[in-house]
């Protein structure tokens, strides 16, 4: 839905209204409320007061039996919904708790016994209203009494306390009536002024905007830029029409130089074409010259590239066999090294082998000593027992011992004897691997001597293949120095090749938009000359 200018100042003006409307109602309400509380507060507080003072009177003349007529006639004036007489402490030990109602029974009646006036709206069961606890103190002069006198208290101990309760019903009820009363009156003034304002803002603002917008769709109809808009007021909205006026001039203007502008390029794009068309023509034959060298040039590359082929194929495989070649030689170096570090590790074994051979004889030697020690401690134990047999009963433990001696020398002449026999069979095969080791230590020093000339021979091999090789790089370098060149002849022919298809593809444009500028220039006159653009016309506002 379109919003007009009217009715979204209608919805400005009736927020405005309605805000202010219900901000005055509210304040004003809330002002009389206040003022009629503070009175009626005064008034209860004075009320209490007076009360107290008839029931001091009743004290004095001895009347204090007429006290309930006095609290049915306090209840009897309108609005009075409570009466009550608190006594305190010290009243209480002095002439008793008094009547039922004479008792504190809330926060109210505590507070007023502690000395507190208190003046605050309370809720009841008949409604919300006001209530008013003045506390009574003892004093040597109250209003021409003196209290101490009676009620035997210090001065300024509180003696009771007088509490009144008001109903405020009817009072919230006529400050509400008075409140949408003003609220009413203040709603016909707002509406009044509502009423004027939207008339001057029809008459000042809307209805010219109006004009103005319907003036603007008339040119926009008619495509008559010669009107223009008069206008007397010299406010925003006649500053709108200046402007528009002047927007006029400068486009009615703008037009007249483009439709003289556009006549000088219709003009210029007919020359253009036929310029172009030339071009065109000296491009297509520039560019079948330069495809006839490019194909001579690709032929010529092409022979050259086979050349280049068959030579790095060539190299490739001197290139192999040379590292196949050092290779070999490099192999069977190792293997001669390998070899003589074999025939040293064998010479070590065989020293090793013959250095065990003379300690095998050592322990021979050894072994020899030991089976004598054995005879002769065997021949030594046979004479021990001997000699225990000689003895008798005294050397029968010796005789036992001397017989375990020979057996233990027995043992070990028989083990020495089986050592022995060992250590012969080892230094056998000593003597026979010593033999070998000799063989073989031999047969690998002249595989040895063989390989290194196999390994020398390698070496040559491959100084004969490098030189094959530096032959062979020479004539790739030269092939590859003309293929160089004739690549480089051949990126100079694609540039031209390229700047030839460039140029025929933008003499082949030129000419295209040379012919789409005549078309353009002809439909915007078309255009232009749907426009009036002199002869201004004032339309009144």
């Not at 005055?24 to 009629?36: F, G, M, P, R, V």
């Not at 008798?392 to 002449?413: K, Y």
């Not at 070496?459 to 062979?472: G, K, Y």
Request: with cysteine; net charge negative.
């Amino acid at each position: 839905m379109r919003s007009t200018i009217t009715f979204k100042l209608l919805l400005a003006l009736i927020a405005v209204f309605s805000c202010v409307l219900a901000a005055s109602t509210a304040y004003q309400y809330h002002q009389q409320k206040t003022l009629i509380n503070d009175v009626l507060s005064e008034q209860l507080h004075d009320k209490a007061s007076n009360y107290f003072d008839s029931l001091n009177m009743m004290m004095l003349t001895g009347t204090m039996s007429q006290k309930e007529t006095l609290r049915q006639k306090a209840l009897a004036q309108e609005g009075i919904e409570a009466v009550r007489v608190l006594r305190a402490d010290t009243v209480t030990k002095l002439y008793g708790p008094g009547q039922q109602n004479q008792q504190p029974v809330d926060d109210i009646d505590q507070r007023a016994l502690n000395g507190e006036l208190v003046i605050e709206p309370i809720s009841a069961d008949w409604g919300k209203g006001l209530v008013v606890a003045l506390p009574m103190k003892s004093s040597e002069n109250y209003r021409g009494t003196n209290c101490v006198s009676c009620h035997v208290a210090p001065a300024g101990e509180v003696l009771g306390a007088i509490r009144l309760e008001y109903n405020m019903n009817h009072v919230n009820s006529m400050i509400s009536k008075q409140a949408m009363f003003a609220m009413g009156i203040m709603a016909v003034i707002a509406f009044v002024g509502f009423i004027i304002t939207m008339s001057l803002i029809q008459k000042i603002i809307v209805r010219p905007i109006q004009r103005t917008s319907k003036f603007m769709s008339n040119v926009s109809h008619s495509k008559d830029l010669s009107q223009r808009l008069m206008h007397h007021q010299q406010d925003e909205v006649g500053q709108l029409s200046t402007a528009i006026s002047s927007f006029m001039d400068t486009v009615s203007e703008s037009l007249e130089r483009v439709q003289d502008t556009s006549h000088s390029l219709a003009d210029s794009a007919s020359k253009l074409t036929a310029v172009a068309q030339s071009t065109d023509k000296a491009a297509n034959n520039q560019q079948l010259e330069t495809n006839e060298v490019q194909s001579n040039i690709t032929d010529m590359l092409q022979q050259q590239t086979a050349v280049e082929d068959s030579t790095n194929n060539a190299t490739v495989l001197v290139n192999h066999t040379v590292d196949v070649a050092t290779h070999s030689a490099s192999q069977a170096h190792n293997v001669s090294e390998d070899i003589k570090q074999l025939v040293s590790n064998i010479d070590t074994v065989r020293e090793k082998i013959s250095s065990l051979n003379q300690r095998t004889e050592e322990v021979s030697s050894i072994l020899v000593v030991i089976k004598g020690i054995a005879e002769q401690t065997n021949l030594l134990a046979l004479n021990a027992a001997i000699e225990a047999a000689r003895a008798g009963e005294q050397g029968r433990g010796f005789a036992v011992v001397a017989e375990e001696v020979r057996n233990l020398a027995s043992r070990t002449a028989e083990a020495t004897g089986n050592i022995e026999h060992i250590i012969s069979q080892f230094q056998q095969g000593s003597e026979e691997s010593l033999t070998s080791v000799d063989t073989v230590c031999q047969f690998a020093h002249q595989r040895s001597v063989d390989v290194e000339a196999l390994s020398a021979t390698m070496h040559n091999v491959v100084d004969e293949m490098r030189q094959v090789l530096r032959h062979a790089e020479d004539i790739q370098n030269q092939t590859q120095t003309t293929s160089d060149v004739s690549q480089h002849i051949q990126s100079k022919i694609d540039v031209i090749t390229l700047h030839a298809n460039d140029t025929s593809q933008s003499a082949s444009h030129t000419r295209d938009i040379s012919v789409d500028l005549e078309h353009l220039s002809e439909r915007l006159e078309q255009l232009l000359n749907q426009f009036t653009l002199s002869e201004h016309k004032r339309v009144n506002k």
